[in-house]
């Protein structure tokens, strides 16, 4: 018999039930919350008579409506401008309460993104199922963790019984193997892979990413990765433990210690893929091949290599996808066959659970270094992952080199990836963004997004428009 | 959930085709945080002369008279009739909520869009398909007499007219059992809570720093 996958061993893990429908019953270790897609699932609970099942596993923050700006958030919630915003945070502050769940409310040092929150508490270890009301969970399985978003009834429903109902995926494996040159980072690999294997690509599978500069990734480079799953279509992306894995986890406030940690290490040592495991789809890169990334469209896989131009629709074929690139160019206010490099931008957004975290702070800083924010962009934003990658990238410094260079440095919060809060994007505006999803409207209604690493946003910041970041790296 | 076997009550006919979900409600009132709420709102744009906001009082407001839903012989309705497609448009199970919290507990139509009709049976609204003629022979005995009442059996799966006329309808057995029952996913789950318990003594065994780290 084949051996298993990762996702094969974490599910087998998890699972309580089969029923006789085919779907099982899977047990949740970890569920993150938010003020955003909570509230009803509290009230639901509440309507019900019904109490959390385990009051321990659930952790929450607010960020999607945080405001950004210190003179905001100084105030504290009441001093929330947007009404509904404001009412969403204190219901998150009153249902935690309320039920005794423990949050790191919005001024605490401790609160941000969710994605960043958990894993830097080490609420997320691997070897865990987490679920949050959130697509972009996937982040959390880059600890060798089984990780996806739920929508509203299923948050109610695995805090009213730690269990989802779901059937299992199959697996699809990425590797890519090689050294990556310098300048180019996990985000130019996953946007690579959408790029080659489709937004469509992970649909109903479980995406492993596997190989030689997978392993060679920092524990964030990993999120990074795992983040942007959900954008090939995957809901659930992991990578193997390894001692980084482990190393990261080590000393976290939430992490086992003592007897606990030597057991829990000997157990996630084994959170692998078998060698000879068995995959559905196996999907190969050469690391050496991929170039610093910028989406051109309105979706993730419209993506090229930053020396490339902007497709020509006319080149196309196939009739739907010639289509598609007609509408996109439209909606971005492109020209077939313009260079990326000539792409002007209006605005530039560090932040987001894809890139907020210390060492994406440190790419963009090194670049940002003794530079200046061209004068053609209106707005550069910082906004980093959490209260704590703030506190960590002021102490380097960080926070200075970015103020001096003309970028703004703002408090944590998920801010310009949805523009939920007061940052956002004008109609028509361009810009480089590190986050997650360049859909229409989803950074201000009529708003331009290319996503981008951290290092190529900060030197799209410079020069005003996109450049290769490798060139201005000595 | 609470459970749904037999139901008399009073009829409103909504005589419109493509009812869409915008329309059961609005798109404002979804900012709101709470899964109730919404019953003042049913209908808004119809019901109403003005363009509703989230949180407002409704007493207050101008109402629009020609709207059936506010004749007052169907104050009070539990039962609506409504014509094909009925909540049809977006997925948002706000619309159930809004219709269940305004006091129905069936929707009588010759279809219904799929995902409000799912969306129904996990908030205890019973939706139920008859045949147009069938429909057009409640239609007719609404209008004509005031009071008009009808009695829906989920057990024995019919429609009763106050003469005695019977329709029957189709559901599905598994639906059916969780209406009857008042099961909602959480509920059926939770009959599970057994396996649930010993699964987690195991997992506990297993892996203990999964328990009570956070408090
Ligand atoms: S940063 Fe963006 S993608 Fe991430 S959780 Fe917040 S809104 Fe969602």
Redesign the pocket.
Same mark, same amino acid.
């Given at each position: 018999m084949a051996g298993k996958t990762l996702y094969d061993k974490l599910w087998d893990m998890h699972e309580v039930k089969r029923r006789d429908d085919g779907s099982s019953l899977i047990y949740i270790d970890r569920q993150i919350l938010h003020e955003v897609t909570s509230p009803q699932a509290f009230e639901g609970l509440r309507l019900a008579g019904r109490k959390p099942w385990r009051i321990d596993a659930n952790i929450a923050t607010p960020? $999607?409506n945080v405001p950004t700006t210190k003179a905001e958030r100084q105030g504290g919630l009441e001093a929330i401008v947007d009404e509904v915003s404001r009412l969403q945070v204190k219901t998150l502050d009153e249902n935690c309460d309320d039920f005794g769940i423990l949050e790191f409310k919005m001024n605490d040092t401790r609160q941000g993104?969710? $994605?960043v929150v958990g894993p830097e508490q080490g609420a997320t270890l691997p070897g865990m199922t987490v679920v949050c009301g959130?697509s $972009?969970t996937s982040t959390h399985g880059a600890f060798g963790a089984l990780a996806h978003g739920i929508g509203t009834s299923e948050v109610e429903h695995v805090l009213a019984t730690q269990c989802l109902v779901a059937k299992k995926m199959k697996n699809l494996k990425v590797a890519v193997e090689g050294t990556l040159g310098k300048g180019v980072t996990a985000k130019d690999i996953v946007l690579a892979i959408i790029g080659k294997i489709g937004t469509a690509g992970g649909n109903g599978h479980a995406l492993e990413f596997a190989g030689s500069a997978i392993r060679d990734l920092s524990m964030e480079g990993r999120m990074t990765l795992c983040n942007m799953a959900i954008e090939a279509g995957a809901r659930v992306g992991v990578v193997a433990v390894d001692e980084k894995t482990i190393a990261y986890v080590q000393g976290r406030p939430f992490a086992p210690q003592g007897a606990d940690w030597d057991k829990a290490v000997a157990q996630w040592q084994g959170l692998v893929s078998d060698d000879d495991a068995h995959f559905d789809k196996v999907v190969e890169l050469k690391a050496e091949d991929i170039k610093p990334q910028v989406s051109w469209g309105t979706s993730p896989e419209m993506v090229l290599a930053v020396d490339q131009n902007v497709p020509d629709p006319a080149a196309e074929k196939d009739a739907v996808k010639r289509g598609s690139i007609e509408r996109a160019l439209k909606y971005m206010g492109l020209a077939a066959n313009q260079p990326i490099t000539s792409i002007k931008l209006d605005r530039v957004f560090i932040g987001?659970?894809?890139n907020s975290r210390i060492e994406d702070l440190r790419a963009a800083a090194e670049v940002a270094k003794g530079r200046k924010v061209a004068a053609t962009v209106k707005q550069a934003l910082v906004v980093p992952g959490s209260g704590l990658v703030k506190a960590q990238a002021e102490q380097e410094g960080l926070d200075k080199i970015f103020t001096e260079a003309g970028f703004e440095w703002r408090e944590p919060g998920?801010s310009m990836?949805?523009a939920m809060n007061p940052d956002r994007l004008e109609n028509g505006e361009h810009c480089a963004s590190t986050?997650?999803?360049n859909f229409e409207g989803r950074q201000g209604a009529g708003g331009r997004t290319h996503l981008v690493s951290p290092a190529m946003a900060a030197a799209a910041a410079v020069a005003g428009h996109f450049v290769d970041v490798r060139e201005m790296l000595n | 959930m609470k459970p749904f076997v037999s139901h008399t009550g009073l009829v409103c006919p909504l005589d419109r085709a493509n009812v869409d979900t915008d329309q059961i409600i609005p798109k404002q009132f979804l900012k709101s945080i709470k899964r109730t709420g919404f019953g003042p709102n049913l209908f808004d744009e119809w019901r109403y002369l003005d363009i509703g906001q989230p949180n407002q009082d409704c007493a207050g407001r101008p109402v629009n008279h020609d709207f059936v839903l506010n004749f007052p012989r169907y104050s009070g309705a539990s039962v609506l009739l409504a014509r094909e497609n009925f909540g049809c448009g977006s997925s948002r199970e706000h619309a159930p909520w809004a219709l269940d919290e305004y006091g129905f507990r069936a929707v009588i139509a010759p279809s219904f869009a799929d995902i409000f009709f799912n969306n129904s049976f996990k908030n205890g609204l019973l939706p139920i398909v008859l045949k147009d003629e069938e429909m057009d022979v409640l239609f007719a005995q609404c209008e004509a007499s005031e009071g008009y009442q009808l009695t829906v059996d989920l057990q024995a799966q019919t429609v009763t007219c106050p003469d005695g006329t019977q329709f029957s309808f189709e559901v599905d057995a598994f639906r059916k059992h969780c209406l009857l029952n008042g099961l909602d996913d959480i509920g059926l789950t939770l009959q599970d809570a057994e396996a649930i318990k010993a699964f987690e003594a195991k997992h506990q065994v297993a892996s203990p720093w999964l328990f009570g780290a956070i408090k």
């Amino acid at each position: 018999m084949a051996g298993k996958t990762l996702y094969d061993k974490l599910w087998d893990m998890h699972e309580v039930k089969r029923r006789d429908d085919g779907s099982s019953l899977i047990y949740i270790d970890r569920q993150i919350l938010h003020e955003v897609t909570s509230p009803q699932a509290f009230e639901g609970l509440r309507l019900a008579g019904r109490k959390p099942w385990r009051i321990d596993a659930n952790i929450a923050t607010p960020d $999607h409506n945080v405001p950004t700006t210190k003179a905001e958030r100084q105030g504290g919630l009441e001093a929330i401008v947007d009404e509904v915003s404001r009412l969403q945070v204190k219901t998150l502050d009153e249902n935690c309460d309320d039920f005794g769940i423990l949050e790191f409310k919005m001024n605490d040092t401790r609160q941000g993104i969710v $994605h960043v929150v958990g894993p830097e508490q080490g609420a997320t270890l691997p070897g865990m199922t987490v679920v949050c009301g959130d697509s $972009h969970t996937s982040t959390h399985g880059a600890f060798g963790a089984l990780a996806h978003g739920i929508g509203t009834s299923e948050v109610e429903h695995v805090l009213a019984t730690q269990c989802l109902v779901a059937k299992k995926m199959k697996n699809l494996k990425v590797a890519v193997e090689g050294t990556l040159g310098k300048g180019v980072t996990a985000k130019d690999i996953v946007l690579a892979i959408i790029g080659k294997i489709g937004t469509a690509g992970g649909n109903g599978h479980a995406l492993e990413f596997a190989g030689s500069a997978i392993r060679d990734l920092s524990m964030e480079g990993r999120m990074t990765l795992c983040n942007m799953a959900i954008e090939a279509g995957a809901r659930v992306g992991v990578v193997a433990v390894d001692e980084k894995t482990i190393a990261y986890v080590q000393g976290r406030p939430f992490a086992p210690q003592g007897a606990d940690w030597d057991k829990a290490v000997a157990q996630w040592q084994g959170l692998v893929s078998d060698d000879d495991a068995h995959f559905d789809k196996v999907v190969e890169l050469k690391a050496e091949d991929i170039k610093p990334q910028v989406s051109w469209g309105t979706s993730p896989e419209m993506v090229l290599a930053v020396d490339q131009n902007v497709p020509d629709p006319a080149a196309e074929k196939d009739a739907v996808k010639r289509g598609s690139i007609e509408r996109a160019l439209k909606y971005m206010g492109l020209a077939a066959n313009q260079p990326i490099t000539s792409i002007k931008l209006d605005r530039v957004f560090i932040g987001s659970c894809t890139n907020s975290r210390i060492e994406d702070l440190r790419a963009a800083a090194e670049v940002a270094k003794g530079r200046k924010v061209a004068a053609t962009v209106k707005q550069a934003l910082v906004v980093p992952g959490s209260g704590l990658v703030k506190a960590q990238a002021e102490q380097e410094g960080l926070d200075k080199i970015f103020t001096e260079a003309g970028f703004e440095w703002r408090e944590p919060g998920c801010s310009m990836c949805l523009a939920m809060n007061p940052d956002r994007l004008e109609n028509g505006e361009h810009c480089a963004s590190t986050s997650n999803r360049n859909f229409e409207g989803r950074q201000g209604a009529g708003g331009r997004t290319h996503l981008v690493s951290p290092a190529m946003a900060a030197a799209a910041a410079v020069a005003g428009h996109f450049v290769d970041v490798r060139e201005m790296l000595n | 959930m609470k459970p749904f076997v037999s139901h008399t009550g009073l009829v409103c006919p909504l005589d419109r085709a493509n009812v869409d979900t915008d329309q059961i409600i609005p798109k404002q009132f979804l900012k709101s945080i709470k899964r109730t709420g919404f019953g003042p709102n049913l209908f808004d744009e119809w019901r109403y002369l003005d363009i509703g906001q989230p949180n407002q009082d409704c007493a207050g407001r101008p109402v629009n008279h020609d709207f059936v839903l506010n004749f007052p012989r169907y104050s009070g309705a539990s039962v609506l009739l409504a014509r094909e497609n009925f909540g049809c448009g977006s997925s948002r199970e706000h619309a159930p909520w809004a219709l269940d919290e305004y006091g129905f507990r069936a929707v009588i139509a010759p279809s219904f869009a799929d995902i409000f009709f799912n969306n129904s049976f996990k908030n205890g609204l019973l939706p139920i398909v008859l045949k147009d003629e069938e429909m057009d022979v409640l239609f007719a005995q609404c209008e004509a007499s005031e009071g008009y009442q009808l009695t829906v059996d989920l057990q024995a799966q019919t429609v009763t007219c106050p003469d005695g006329t019977q329709f029957s309808f189709e559901v599905d057995a598994f639906r059916k059992h969780c209406l009857l029952n008042g099961l909602d996913d959480i509920g059926l789950t939770l009959q599970d809570a057994e396996a649930i318990k010993a699964f987690e003594a195991k997992h506990q065994v297993a892996s203990p720093w999964l328990f009570g780290a956070i408090k």
